[in-house]
């Protein structure tokens, strides 16, 4: 028996969680609907959210109705007894993972975490979901020696070099905290327990109209710097969740830290070392020279202050409280809009210094001979950038002798490499000088282009630097890119 006669019948209905009656409320007045509107209207009286799905009852059985059915289902079509019946979802989908952690928001990095942007950036419209299983346990452990170190792998969960390199290659930098400190040594192993639910694999990531229309009025501006503190530095496109649990003993603090305390949140037992702390730094009281303590931090599950990992464990069964506990292939919140627009702001940035390094060559000269120094400790996502035409990459660099030869003259020229698997080089001629000698030179080198891949995201945007070029036909043998280049720099 239909209980809505037509759309326009308003009837009471109670609202039931599960087969208690205990969890009944009544919503007064509602309109037959689909359900996925009948769930907007619930979310606005607080009595639904993702985690809870439609249920028709059948002979006492709750039979699940699928979200992606909503739209088709209508209120008449489940309603019993004028019960409408939810239940909880065991099985968490995407969209209920990515509106509990915000996963299309793009995140700035700062040294006591990652911090969620206020603004939304993108729209995630695929996902992927792995389940980890029992491989997704993982216990390992890491030393630190500073406060800063340690806020790094703690808070930011890089706890190894190629996590660190993931966003040195954003541009974003891990130096020094902003508050007074005075020199503080640290000697200290953290372990940890990680529990990983579950990997997603954010395919695909649509940019949306508001942040479209604020990087193409800061293309105009060139005032950039707004739109990461605003949308965030960067997202990450593949995000493991789960739990994390830290264990830490320290000693030997050699000086006291002026950390503003009112960041810690401690609380300690009678007759106990163990400290409980959040998002922290703990620090030696007075100028004492030794002192030890224990301590533990949780990321995810519930939070008690003796902690015991099963009980822990068995909390994170609910995926309500699974946190972010890796961010992987970290992308500039830039890279992912459309390729026109893309390219509007690295022309409108201008080059940049996208990589500089000083090494030692020792050149063993004899009359008419030259030097051939290759750059071969180019990091593997910069050599891509070079090798990309759209960087328009130039290298520079400067030739000194370190030792006392007096009267020497050096010229160099760079030759840049006709194969991916090459390297470029700097030959070196001398052109006054003795005619047998062993040089000590060192080699000062720079490679600057537009940056493709928007690592710029923390730079100064009012300095620019163009290359001024000269073209003449080089006397040579030797295949070159450019004969003369120089560099100018523009505010």
């Known amino acids: 028996m239909e ?35 009948i769930r907007k209207k619930l979310k606005e ?36 007894d004028k019960t409408l019946y939810l239940t909880k979802s065991l099985e968490p989908d995407w969209k209920t993972l990515n509106e509990y952690r915000k996963l299309d928001f793009g995140r700035i990095v700062t040294l006591d975490g ?29 030393k630190y020696s500073s406060s800063d170190d340690k806020m790094m792998k703690t808070n930011l969960f890089l706890t ?9 290659k954003l541009g ?88 503003d305390a009112n960041k810690a949140a401690m609380s ?39 902690f015991n990992e099963k009980d822990w464990a068995q909390s994170l069964d609910d995926y309500s409280k699974w946190d972010c506990v890796k961010y992987k292939n970290p992308t500039s919140i ?18 940049k210094i996208l990589y500089l390094k000083t090494e030692d060559y020792d050149f063993n000269y004899t009359s008419g001979k030259i030097g051939i120094f290759e750059l071969r400790n180019i990091p593997q996502y910069i050599s891509k950038i070079l090798q990309d035409e759209r960087a328009k990459c130039n290298i520079f660099a400067t030739v000194v002798d370190t030792g006392e030869t007096k009267n020497v003259i050096f010229s160099w020229r760079i030759q840049y490499p006709s194969d991916k698997n090459e390297h470029p080089r700097i030959i070196i001629h001398c052109f006054k000088g003795p005619k047998k000698h062993k040089y000590n030179l060192k080699v000062n080198w720079m490679i600057i282009g537009y940056d493709i891949n928007f690592n710029f995201i923390l730079s100064d945007f009012s300095i620019q630097l163009e290359v001024l070029e000269d073209q003449f036909e080089a006397l040579t043998s030797t295949p070159s890119k450019d004969n003369k280049k120089s560099l100018r720099f523009r505010a």
């Open 160 to 168: 190894a070099d190629a996590d660190v390199q993931d966003f040195v």
């Open 268 to 306: 300690a037992g009678a007759g106990t070392s163990k400290i409980k702390v959040e998002n922290t730094l703990i620090y030696s009281k007075g100028n004492s020279s030794s002192f030890e303590y224990e301590f533990f931090k949780l990321l995810g599950g519930d939070s008690n202050f003796e």
């Open 45 to 80: 009286k607080t009595l639904m959210d993702d985690t809870l799905l439609f249920a028709r009852n059948e002979n006492d059985i709750l039979v699940k109705i699928s979200k992606d059915d909503e739209v088709n289902i209508t209120l008449n079509d489940i309603i019993s």
């Open 172 to 259: 974003i930098s891990f130096g020094r905290s902003k508050n007074e400190k005075s020199k503080l040594e640290i000697n200290s192993t953290c372990k940890f327990i990680e529990l990983n639910k579950i990997s997603l694999k954010l395919n695909k990531l649509e940019p949306k109209e508001e942040f479209i229309k604020e990087v193409e009025e800061a293309i105009k501006s060139k005032e950039f710097k707004k739109i990461t503190e605003k949308f965030g530095q960067f997202i990450s496109t593949e995000v493991n969740l789960g739990g994390r649990a830290y264990f830490e003993e320290s000693k030997n603090f050699a000086e006291n830290s002026k950390e």
């Open 3 to 37: 209980l809505f006669n037509n759309w326009f019948t308003k009837v009471d209905v109670n609202v039931q969680i599960g087969k208690s009656p205990s969890k009944c409320t009544l919503v007064p007045k509602l309109h037959n609907d689909n359900l996925s509107n």
């Open 114 to 142: 990652f911090k969620i942007a206020d603004h939304r950036a993108f729209e995630l419209k695929s996902c992927e979901m792995e389940k980890f299983g029992a491989n997704g346990f993982r216990v390992g452990n890491f």
């Open 334 to 351: 830039f890279q992912l809009l459309p390729d026109n627009l893309r390219k509007s702001i690295y022309l409108s940035v201008g080059k």
